[in-house]
């Protein structure tokens, strides 16, 4: 009787060697593919913080974008690899189903054209540091800062605070706001009977004791530039000013330029003329 035990409990053990085999196989390509996955996170997290501590913030800001990019790539090919393999592993030929991927990526192909064209955009954006994620931006028609770059689309959230998804397929032309250097523009409108160089005056001064202020003045770069008498308004001269600025920090700026030249101004006795409404007549028609 133990014989016949021992010889069952031995073919027994025999039959299902293969399958746990087989299991156990599995399980250490899932557990390679979890390494993987995690090994590749803490390399570019790695390469994230040792560039965070680098003093050109748009060169830090450029790598935590490309550190997404890139992450979402190598879990894909990594996610990818592991399935062929257990696919193979447990019995399925996946050359049959690369064929019919090939077949089918053809036929979504067609179908999927704009899906396509977003991916190769945002793939150019990211590579030609066209805008980082944190950059004040206006493409396709909406203004925001920019919150997340994928390959898919561009997330920004605007002044009012609605978010924007926008394809990137559909940017053809970017306007970054956050590179280098941004000008706050001035545009002062005087009375006629003013005197437009004791104005400039005027501007050089509020602009000199706006860059000693210690919240604004870290902001400007440099001296006002008067670019001198702008046009003639119905009511009004106008003037044209710049001020050089740290980039996304113009409105700011130029906001506070304004309220301190409105004062200035008031003080001086020259007062900013009204801008002139246009009434049209309204004909009402007749019986």
């Known amino acids: 009787m133990t014989r016949l035990l021992n010889r069952f409990g031995i073919e027994f053990l025999d039959d299902w060697l293969p399958i746990i085999g087989s299991i156990l196989h599995l399980l250490l390509i899932v557990l390679i593919a979890w390494g993987l996955m995690q ?3 803490k390399l570019i997290r790695l390469f994230q913080n040792s560039m965070a501590q680098h003093p050109d913030d748009e060169r830090r800001r450029r790598v935590e974008t490309l550190g997404r990019m890139f992450n979402h790539i190598a879990v894909t090919i990594i996610g990818l690899v ?3 393999i257990i696919l193979d592993e447990i019995g399925i030929s996946v050359q049959p189903l690369l064929a019919t991927a090939g077949v089918a990526g053809l036929a979504v192909g067609f179908g999927a054209q704009s899906l396509i064209k977003d991916y190769f955009g945002g793939f150019f954006l990211l590579v030609e540091d066209q805008l980082r994620q944190g950059d004040l931006v ?5 203004t925001g800062q920019v919150e997340t770059v994928t390959l ?3 997330r920004l959230r605007d002044y009012e605070g609605n978010v ?3 394809p990137n397929g559909i940017i053809t032309t970017v306007t970054n706001r956050s590179r280098g250097h941004a000008f706050a523009v001035i545009d002062l409108p005087i009375p006629y009977d003013a005197d437009p160089s004791a104005v400039f005056d005027l501007m050089r ?8 202020d210690e919240r604004f003045g870290p902001s400007i770069l440099d001296d006002l530039e008067v670019s001198g008498v702008d046009r003639f308004a119905d009511s009004s001269v106008m003037l044209r000013a710049r001020l050089k600025t740290r980039p996304s920090e113009q409105q700011s700026v130029r906001r506070e330029y304004l309220r301190r030249i409105k004062l200035t101004l008031d003080t001086a006795g020259i007062s900013i003329p009204f801008p002139q409404l246009t009434v049209h007549a309204v004909t009402s028609p007749g019986p």
Do not use: C, N, P
């Open 164 to 166: 924007h998804y926008v």
């Open 138 to 142: 206006e493409i396709a028609g909406k």
């Open 82 to 84: 592991a399935g062929m």
């Open 152 to 154: 898919r689309h561009v």
């Open 39 to 41: 090994g590749s996170r």
């Open 205 to 212: 001064q509020t602009a000199q004791d706006l860059r000693t």
